[in-house]
């Protein structure tokens, strides 16, 4: 009677669990499918059993790797944390993380394994938003270095603390001073005359402050 509750309430765990859940025989064959993995995929779970998992719902790139993860888990080793792509009824992509684990019967044999997953597309997409913008984010950083190289005036930047952080092949060409020999030093005490440290530092302090000057000689 109580491995019949416990049987029970198993069975009701998995249905109405907000994960997509799955459980595959020795074969390979699905044996559960839970409501989430039937939402998310569009194949009910009378569509869903007695189907080979790998063959029916994986793409052939994650094939292997994905029957790598069921074969080990059916040996007896569990896999935590695998992310693998399932193509629903519509054609679209569903990003999934996957646990893999080993079922087994009250005796211990291996009868099959249990998959639970979690619905990681908007996470998937998110990162590879954000790669691409780092990539556009790189390109343009390139395009900026190379802009500032070439370009046919002295050009420097300096930090928060006044000290050259930039200084363009011009601007070693009018001082005489190269890039390597500029880049640390302050700029004011280093390259301004003394005469103009004053000016020049408030220029740059109002820079610093957010307020940009043009045409300062």
């Avoid at 109580?2 to 249905?15: D, K, P, Y």
């Avoid at 395009?143 to 070439?150: A, D, G, K, T, V």
């Avoid at 103009?196 to 610093?208: E, I």
């Amino acid at each position: 009677a109580r491995s019949e509750m416990a049987l029970s309430e198993l069975n009701l765990f998995i249905e109405s669990a907000n994960a997509p859940i799955f459980g595959i025989d020795s074969n390979g064959q699905i044996n559960e499918w839970n409501a989430q993995a039937a939402l998310i995929t569009g194949y009910s779970k009378v569509e869903a059993l007695g189907n080979n998992l790998v063959e029916t719902y994986i793409d052939d790139e994650y094939k292997a790797s994905v029957s790598d993860v069921l074969a080990r888990a059916l040996a007896g080793t569990n896999t935590a944390n695998y992310e693998f792509p399932i193509y629903s009824r519509g054609g679209g992509r569903v990003e999934i993380l996957l646990n893999a684990t080993t079922r087994r019967d009250v005796e211990g044999t291996i009868t099959g394994v249990m998959g639970v997953g979690q619905d990681i597309t908007l996470l998937v997409e998110q990162r590879a938003l954000a790669a691409r913008n780092n990539a556009r984010s790189e390109m343009a950083l390139s395009e900026l270095n190379l802009f500032i190289e070439s370009a046919n005036a002295p050009i420097f930047g300096i930090d928060p603390n006044g000290r050259i952080n930039e200084c363009n092949a011009q601007a070693a060409l009018i001082t005489g001073y190269s890039k390597i020999e500029a880049l640390g030093n302050n700029l004011v005490e280093t390259y301004i005359d003394d005469e103009y440290k004053a000016s020049v530092s408030d220029v740059l302090a109002r820079a610093l402050a957010g307020t940009n000057t043009a045409n300062y000689e």
